[in-house]
């Protein structure tokens, strides 16, 4: 049986500006930016969090939410989700984006999530081989 747990929650922001995106939700949810984590590059910056990560993502969609479920079987963690109702949404590198059984339809949607392989560790708790130090 493969593993999946919620790894994290990301905040889609549609701006320019991905850090005074996460200025405003580091102030909303009461925690700092923190630019050293591995995960702050690019689209992204971390906020400091007890376990598990709450990143804010520069995207060109709408702003809303969505989860990521981290997995070790990206392929049986899809097929369990699609009997739960979900819906194959797209294929990326290294996560599957679905659709939540809500009744929402895709582009309105702000129920979707991603199936994905952690990048920094593992269901088991030992890190990731493409692991970002």
Same mark, same amino acid.
């Given at each position: 049986?493969?593993? #999946?747990r919620l790894c994290a929650l990301l905040i889609d922001c549609k701006t320019s500006d991905v850090d005074e995106a996460a200025r405003f939700?580091?102030?909303?949810?009461g925690r700092p930016v923190d630019l050293k984590h591995w995960g702050s590059r690019s689209n992204y910056r971390m906020l400091e969090t007890p376990p598990g990560d709450?990143?804010?993502?520069? $995207?060109?969609?709408? #702003?809303r939410a969505h989860l990521d479920i981290e997995t070790d079987d990206i392929s049986a963690e899809v097929a369990r989700l699609e009997k739960l109702?979900?819906?194959? $949404?797209?294929?990326?590198?290294?996560w599957v984006v679905m659709?939540?059984?809500t009744g929402q339809r895709r582009p309105r949607s702000d129920h979707d999530f991603c199936?994905?392989?952690s990048l920094?560790?593992?269901?088991d708790? #030992?890190? #990731?081989?493409?692991a970002r130090s």
């Open positions: 049986m493969h593993r #999946s939700w580091a102030k909303a949810v709450v990143q804010i993502q520069r $995207v060109e969609h709408d #702003s109702g979900a819906g194959l $949404v797209e294929r990326a590198e290294r659709q939540a059984s199936a994905n392989r920094q560790t593992k269901c708790g #030992s890190r #990731s081989p493409d």
